[in-house]
């Protein structure tokens, strides 16, 4: 691998109640019916948190069942183009708080890296921004009054990420396939229904120490291989390239290495995926 590609990858979801935290507790400032808070991390298109009225101040949080840790935030489904955006992080349920983002998000997607003061808009309109390590008993998304007609809608990830800085590592090509309904009229003519274009590929992954096989176990195996969504960043300073991914068909996991390979590789594995309900072409 490039020593240039440096990938990241978010499976840890503080907010989500169901597959990873169910002791911790979501909810919103206001949370109208069918867009209540936990819907945050339902992982679809169609499902989002919101607010009930409109052009005011609004929150969305998650208390946490003990102290951690989180650096990376990720806004797959939301309307904040151009908008005043928080990430608040609290030790004592946001009577003080720290905010480690503070920033007007992107109006249209472009090149960035994951690092970058306002973060990256995504070539697929996903937002995503890692930030300095922080610690605290809940976080909050804080969204400011953003004008007349305007409710903030939200769904994604919050949580602890993984980069490795191995370079020969992880490695995650991809293809892609072109999901659509055709009809063919006694013409000839082939109409098509609305257009998908769905990524896929998978990982590869050598790990050389314990402690990065268990790191690697506990993100890749048990967060993304249960079932849970990841954001994948092939490139951190290509992060306009990221994509949200459920785990592939098939075979997954880690594998004892060759014994060539020994002793420097303990483990190697590979990671099938494909994108999680990618957005239609417009």
């Known amino acids: 691998m490039s020593p240039l590609l440096t990938p990241a990858f978010l499976g840890d979801d503080d907010s989500d109640t169901v597959s990873q935290y169910p002791s911790h507790v979501v909810s919103a400032l206001s949370e109208p019916t069918g867009y209540e808070a936990h819907r945050f991390s339902a992982g679809r298109r169609d499902q989002y948190s919101t607010a009930s009225t409109a052009n005011l101040d609004w929150w969305h949080k998650t208390i946490f069942n003990r102290v951690r840790a989180l650096d990376c935030v990720c806004l797959w489904i ?3 183009q151009g908008k005043a955006y928080q990430l608040q992080v609290s030790d004592d349920d946001f009577t003080t708080y720290q905010t480690p983002i503070n920033i007007t998000i992107p109006t249209s997607p472009a090149a960035g890296d994951i690092d970058d003061a306002n973060g990256v808009l995504c070539e697929n309109g996903m937002w995503i921004m890692r930030f300095p390590l ?3 008993i809940a976080y909050r998304h804080f969204i400011v009054a953003g004008g007349a007609g305007f409710k903030p809608q939200i769904a994604g990830k919050v949580g602890l990420s993984l980069a490795l800085n191995q370079f020969d590592k992880p490695f995650a090509p991809s293809d892609t396939e072109l999901i659509v309904t055709e009809e063919m009229g006694e013409s000839g003519w082939i109409g098509r229904g609305p257009r998908r274009l769905k990524r896929f590929g998978s990982i590869q992954v050598k790990t050389r120490a314990a402690f990065e096989y268990d ?15 990841m954001l994948i960043v092939f490139d951190d300073s290509q992060a306009e390239r990221a994509v949200m991914a459920q785990r592939g068909p098939g075979r997954f996991g ?18 099938s995926w494909q994108e999680l309900d990618p957005s239609e072409i417009a």
Do not use: M
Not at 215 to 229: A, L
Not at 254 to 271: Q, Y
């Open 215 to 229: 790191q690697f176990r506990y993100h890749f195996e048990q967060r993304f291989g249960g079932g849970c969504p």
């Open 78 to 80: 939301h309307n904040l």
């Open 134 to 136: 922080r610690t605290g």
């Open 254 to 271: 880690f594998k004892v290495a060759p014994i060539s390979e020994w002793p420097d590789d303990l483990r190697v594995g590979e990671f």
